[in-house]
């Protein structure tokens, strides 16, 4: 079970930080990641984390902007969005997937939390 927290409504230039709570066992086995689905397009990749934290990767719209971290003792991922713009209103989700290595896609993700909205004013 997975379990986003932390969107809301921001203007544009502001900030958010995302949490993913993951409720079960071994989380530090898994590699994660968060996608988004923006209003009435696909769910896209935003930025993933390997197990132990070491390795990160980030989707070019969000690169820079964006943060990825975790900490395996509170079973927890986090999300730091700054600069935000328009352009990153969507539902944010963050998933899990058993493996080694970045996995940028979809279906390299087995649990999935149920997403948190996240709007950005102009």
């Known amino acids: 079970q997975l379990q986003a927290y932390g969107g809301g409504l921001v203007p544009a230039g502001g900030f958010l930080s995302l949490s993913c709570v993951f409720d079960?066992?071994?989380?530090?086995?898994?590699?994660m990641g968060w996608f988004r689905q923006p209003p009435g397009k696909e769910r896209e990749f935003v930025a993933a984390?390997?197990?132990?934290?070491?390795?990160?990767y980030y989707a070019e719209s969000v690169k820079g902007r964006f943060t990825i971290s975790r900490d395996n003792a509170k079973n927890t991922m986090y999300l730091q969005m700054n600069n935000l713009t328009p352009l990153d209103t969507a539902v944010y989700y963050c998933?899990?997937?058993?493996?080694?290595?970045?996995?940028?896609?979809?279906?390299?993700?087995?649990?999935w939390g149920h997403g948190t909205q996240v709007t950005v004013s102009s």
């Open positions: 079960g066992r071994a989380f530090s086995r898994y590699r």
């Open positions: 984390i390997t197990w132990n934290g070491q390795s990160t």
């Open positions: 998933a899990a997937g058993a493996g080694a290595g970045i996995a940028v896609m979809s279906r390299d993700y087995t649990y």
